[in-house]
C-alpha cells in the first residue's frame, strides 16, 4: 500500500531485539535506522512521545488500552506528505473497564495492567517478570 513518498520502519520494541523497551529518553539509539527509514513507529513501553532528528521522526504513538502515563487512551496520527507526528488523547472511564475485566474472570492482575503511575502505580522501570509498571498491585 503506498503511503506516501517514503519508508516507514514499524517495531514493536527495538527493531534488533523484540525484549528490550525503548524509552522516549533511548529514541537518540534508534535514530541509526532514519538512514534508511523516514520515520521509525515503536511500541513496547506504552508510553507515547515523538522525537525529531536532522533525517526524520522518531516515535511511540502510546496505547488506547494500556497507557503507562496517564489515564487517557493515547495514539497517534502520522502526515506522511510533512513527516508530521501528531500525539493525541482521549479520556475513558479507567476504573470501569478494571471492574469489568475482573467480573469477567480475566488472570488476577489483568486489570491492573491499565494503572498508570499517575493513579498511584510505581514504574519499575527494568524489574524482572510480571508488570513493570505495577509491581506493587493496585491502588484505588
Do not use: M
Not at 534488533?16 to 524509552?23: A, G, I, M, S
Not at 521509525?40 to 522525537?51: C, D, F, I, K, P
Request: charged content about 30%; proline content about 6%.
Amino acid at each position: 500500500q503506498e503511503l506516501g513518498d517514503g519508508d516507514i520502519l514499524a517495531a514493536h520494541s527495538h527493531p534488533e531485539n523484540t525484549d528490550e523497551y525503548v524509552f522516549p529518553s533511548d529514541f537518540s539509539d534508534v535514530e541509526r535506522y532514519l538512514d534508511r527509514y523516514d520515520a521509525v513507529v515503536l511500541g513496547h513501553t506504552h508510553l507515547q512521545a515523538v522525537e525529531r532528528f536532522d533525517d526524520g521522526v522518531v516515535f511511540n504513538p502510546g496505547s488506547v488500552g494500556q497507557p503507562r502515563d496517564e489515564s487517557s487512551a493515547a495514539y497517534a496520527t502520522l502526515d506522511t506528505e510533512s513527516w508530521e507526528v501528531d500525539l493525541r488523547r482521549t479520556s475513558y472511564d479507567i476504573w470501569k473497564v478494571v471492574e469489568e475485566i475482573d467480573k469477567r474472570g480475566l488472570p488476577p492482575g489483568t486489570g491492573d495492567r491499565l494503572l498508570p503511575e499517575s493513579l498511584g502505580q510505581s514504574q519499575a522501570r527494568g524489574r524482572g517478570g510480571g508488570n513493570p509498571w505495577n509491581p506493587g498491585g493496585r491502588r484505588r
